[in-house]
């Protein structure tokens, strides 16, 4: 089956942003070694734009009095939420420390549990699916570790399964099908991946709107 190009960005488009970034490490899994070369570079060219409005979150992304802080400790706060998913973002590749207090907070099982019963929507369930999704690509946890996340992240998409299907029973009239559910998670691949900064006025970062396209510059001949 053959996809037009407009076709597979409309599609990617509007993917959440947990599926848009498994999809994009495992894409990136693919490439041949100059082809990655050649992606981080355009990485590089375009994460430029918006180093100063994510400086200060990136020094608190790697921080261990920041991750250690008691107000980051509980996933059951959207606040906590929204910091943890841009502070996996910002993590760097080899902040092992940092990693570490990280996964503390991930495998608080009680709080997932008591967040999934008490949420009024799936919002929630998405941050959690978009938070562990790049911890299990992130390089700076460990083998071991991922294994363990993959396993709460596998329950967390089994409870979208049961949501969306208690949805469609509920649904009197729907005319397209579902979007198929992953049936595995993620692979282990060791990707660092980005995130839409979504809600992003809680970090007090701007939101893409505000933030200013990059002008081309003119290159001569030295």
Avoid at 105 to 110: A, D, H, P, R, Y
Avoid at 134 to 154: D, M, R, Y
């Amino acid at each position: 089956m053959v996809f037009k190009r407009d076709e597979v960005l409309t599609w990617f488009k509007g993917l959440k942003s947990y599926k848009r970034t498994d999809v994009m490490c495992s894409l990136l899994n693919l490439c041949l070694p100059f082809e990655l070369r050649f992606l981080g570079t355009c990485l590089e060219h375009l994460g430029k734009r918006d180093f100063h409005e994510l400086r200060q979150s990136e020094n608190e992304a790697n921080s261990v009095s920041e991750l250690n802080s008691p107000d980051l400790q509980c996933l059951t706060s959207q606040q906590v939420r929204t910091k943890l998913a841009v502070y996996v973002s910002l993590l760097y590749s080899c902040n092992y420390t940092c990693s570490n207090s990280i996964y503390k907070i991930l495998t608080k099982s009680e709080d997932i549990h008591s967040l999934l019963q008490t949420a009024a929507d799936d919002t929630a369930l998405d941050e959690l699916l978009l938070i562990y999704t790049l911890a299990i690509n992130h390089p700076a946890f460990s083998f071991e570790q991922k294994l363990t996340l993959e396993k709460i992240f596998s329950q967390l998409l089994e409870e979208e399964r049961i949501i969306r299907q208690s949805n469609g029973r509920n649904s009197k009239t729907y005319s397209s099908p579902m979007d198929p559910i992953h049936d595995k998670s993620p692979q282990l691949q060791g990707y660092s991946t980005c995130i839409p900064l979504e809600d992003a006025h809680i970090i007090g970062v701007p939101s893409p709107s505000q933030i200013p396209m990059a002008q081309p510059t003119s290159h001569h001949p030295g």
